[in-house]
């Protein structure tokens, strides 16, 4: 993986001011193409629905930690995490994972902010910090992500037709916001073009999680995950004690569980 050229405290800064930042060469072509191809059986399974209000938009495949290991590595990254927890601070988990690809003619997705799950007043400091990675280019034409910069310190909603910035960025690039910044992902005018990306979620560890990974996942797959990752996706003691099991990490637990269903 490649050295970025934005150093952390930068885009930490710029995450505050603008709601969102841009590591232009997160991640080198070699680690692209191993993600390309660990997951082409998953890009390759990602359709578009058609609805009445949004007419043609892509699925979305979640819960990818239980579908494959392709991705392990660049939720372990060191630096990934360290700009999270630039926003966050160091108490954070994993909140879901996602393989996205905006297929030619798929229309661009409705403004909205991603903390909106929480019922907590705002303005209130940052609960949330989504990434996407970039396995293909992110242009204007394949759908590229559009921000509203500084729409995270609002109170309230916004115009739907309010003025955007498409994140353009290259291959590779990562892309991180807040989670109370208004955004969409950009329609596809392109007639053969696919925009393929990974899209990690984080919360603070004391919230709950968008996707449950303690069902998402299976037991076996995750005793077998790195501690690391484990901790990552919530097995772990957190803020003095949330989510222990008889005052222990849960990981003991299903460790237990699975051991004595292997017993029997």
């Not at 578009?48 to 494959?68: F, I, P, V």
């Not at 984080?202 to 005793?223: D, S, T």
């Amino acid at each position: 993986m490649a050295t970025c050229s934005i150093d952390t405290e930068d885009a930490v800064r710029r995450i505050r001011e603008d709601g969102y930042a841009v590591v232009p060469d997160f991640l080198d072509e070699a680690t692209v193409e191993r993600l390309r191809s660990g997951l082409a059986p998953v890009f390759d399974a990602i359709g578009s629905r058609m609805t009445e209000e949004h007419g043609q938009q892509t699925n979305h495949t979640h819960n990818l930690l239980a579908k494959t290991r392709a991705v392990d590595e660049v939720l372990m990254n060191d630096r990934l995490l360290e700009l999270v927890e630039g926003v966050l601070g160091p108490d954070f988990q994993v909140s879901g994972v996602a393989a996205m690809r905006p297929a030619p003619g798929d229309q661009r997705q409705w403004m909205h902010q991603d903390d909106g799950h929480y019922p907590i007043p705002r303005p209130h400091p940052p609960l949330i910090v989504n990434t996407l990675i970039a396995l293909d280019p992110f242009t204007v034409e394949n759908g590229a992500t559009e921000v509203v910069p500084g729409s995270h310190r609002r109170v309230g909603r916004i115009d739907p037709d309010a003025a955007t910035v498409s994140v353009e960025m290259p291959l590779g690039a990562l892309l991180l916001w807040e989670g109370a910044l208004w955004h969409r992902g950009g329609g596809n005018s392109t007639r053969n073009e696919y925009r393929r990306s990974i899209n990690v979620n984080f919360n603070l560890a004391w919230l709950k999680q968008r996707e449950n990974q303690f069902i998402g996942v299976p037991p076996e797959v995750v005793v077998e995950m790195p501690e690391k990752l484990q901790a990552l996706i919530g097995y772990k003691l957190t803020n003095f004690g949330l989510g222990t099991v008889d005052y222990r990490n849960p990981i003991e637990t299903v460790k237990r569980r699975l051991g004595e269903a292997v017993a029997r």
